[in-house]
């Protein structure tokens, strides 16, 4: 098992930026891969970015490519989204996932482990 927790999320305007960071406990750090996922009220939850266990390889959806970028810092344990250029349909509940098997980086079910999530709100 591993435990996270997320932080960095509040209130932004539009055009602003946040870092989110997942800091990771239990299992051995550098085993797991660590993705983000966010969820909008009544909408779906939708992959974000991830990133392997070593971070030599990140994936980023589409609707934040070129905007977001996940990074990882093996030594502290944690996990970064960074957020650029944040738009009001940005805004939902971003959560932290963990996997530690090789299945597909971007399929919410291949994750085992979840943090609770940590408010992103843009405004126009």
Do not use: H
Not at 16 to 21: A, F, V
Not at 38 to 50: D, I, L, M, S, T
Not at 87 to 102: G, L
Not at 114 to 121: A, C, L, N, P, Y
Request: proline fraction near 2%; hydrophobic fraction near 35%.
């Amino acid at each position: 098992q591993v435990q996270l927790v997320e932080s960095g999320g509040g209130l932004v305007q539009a055009g602003g930026s946040l870092r989110l960071s997942c800091t990771a406990s239990g299992r051995t750090f550098r085993s797991i891969d660590v993705g983000w996922f966010r969820q909008a009220p009544g909408k779906e939850r939708e992959f974000v970015a991830a990133i392997t266990r070593s971070g030599g390889y990140t994936f980023n959806s589409g609707s934040v490519r070129g905007r977001f970028s996940i990074s990882r810092d093996n030594a502290k344990n944690t996990v970064y989204l960074q957020m650029n250029r944040l738009a009001p349909e940005d805004t939902a509940v971003y959560c932290c996932a963990a996997k530690s098997t090789p299945a597909k980086l971007d399929v919410s079910s291949a994750y085992d482990n979840w943090g609770r999530g940590t408010q992103v709100t843009v405004s126009s």
